[in-house]
């Protein structure tokens, strides 16, 4: 099963977390002394948290009439947020609250 066919079933709003897919992206955005409030942020939004992953993610991101929100932690990471909506996807950057 791959993430096209569970799609439609996945909670939206989704706030994507990414370091533009650098090598330890995950550890970046784990250790980041930010994540605690993006965390919190996410609760009140009533929304998922997910570390952004191109390959698999772009089935999910911006797919239904509710928009997701992208937390870019660098300039890699803000490159692919502007190539989302560049492309259509219904995708806002996250400001952390």
Known sequence: MTMNDISRF????????????VVG?????????????ILNNASELCACVRIYDPR????????????DYFFP???????????L???G?????FVPF
């Open 85 to 87: 909506q560049t492309g």
């Open 25 to 37: 992206q995950s550890s970046i955005i784990e250790t980041s002394p930010i994540l605690d409030r």
């Open 10 to 21: 996945v909670h939206h709003p989704i706030l994507f977390l990414s370091a533009g897919g």
């Open 73 to 83: 932690f660098n300039k890699e990471a803000r490159d692919q947020l502007e190539a």
């Open 89 to 93: 996807k219904k995708v806002e950057e």
């Open 56 to 67: 698999k993610d772009r089935f999910l991101i911006g797919s239904t009439s509710t928009k």
